[in-house]
C-alpha cells in the first residue's frame, strides 16, 4: 500500500501567538514574506520539505522573550540579519551551496532569546 503524498500548507503572511511559542513541520509552503510575531514564546520551524518561491523567502520574526529554531534542508541559502539584546545567533551553513540555490533571509528581532539555524536531512 503507497502512503498518500503529504501536501504542503502555506505558512500564513502574519502569525501573532501572545503566550506560547509557534511550531511548524511537515511539508510547507513558504510565501515570499512571511512574519512571526511571538511575544513571549519560542519559535520552531522546520523547513526541511518547504517550497520556497522562486524569489525567495523572507521570515521575519519578532519577540520580547523567546528564541528562535529554524532547521533548513542543505540545499537552500540561508541569510541571518537582525538583532537579539540577550541571545546570541548560531548559523550552521553548508559548503557548495550553488549560486541558484534558493535563498531564505531570516531576520530575528527580539530582547531576550537567540536564533539557531541548522541543516537537516531534507
Request: charged share 20%.
Amino acid at each position: 500500500m503507497n502512503p498518500t503524498p503529504a501536501t504542503s500548507t502555506e505558512l500564513p503572511g502574519l502569525v501573532v501567538t501572545p503566550l506560547g511559542g509557534l511550531r511548524r513541520s511537515g511539508p510547507v509552503a513558504l510565501r515570499a514574506r512571511t512574519t512571526l510575531v511571538t511575544l513571549i514564546g519560542g519559535l520552531h520551524l522546520d523547513l526541511t520539505g518547504a517550497d520556497v518561491p522562486p524569489g525567495g523567502a523572507r521570515i521575519t520574526k519578532v519577540s520580547l522573550i523567546g528564541g528562535a529554531n529554524v532547521v533548513v534542508s542543505p540545499d537552500v541559502r540561508v541569510e541571518v540579519s537582525g538583532f537579539s539584546l540577550v541571545g546570541g545567533r548560531d548559523v550552521e551553513r553548508v559548503r557548495d551551496v550553488p549560486a541558484n540555490a534558493p535563498v531564505i533571509r531570516i531576520r530575528s528581532y527580539g530582547l531576550i532569546g537567540g536564533l539557531r539555524v541548522r541543516v537537516g536531512t531534507g
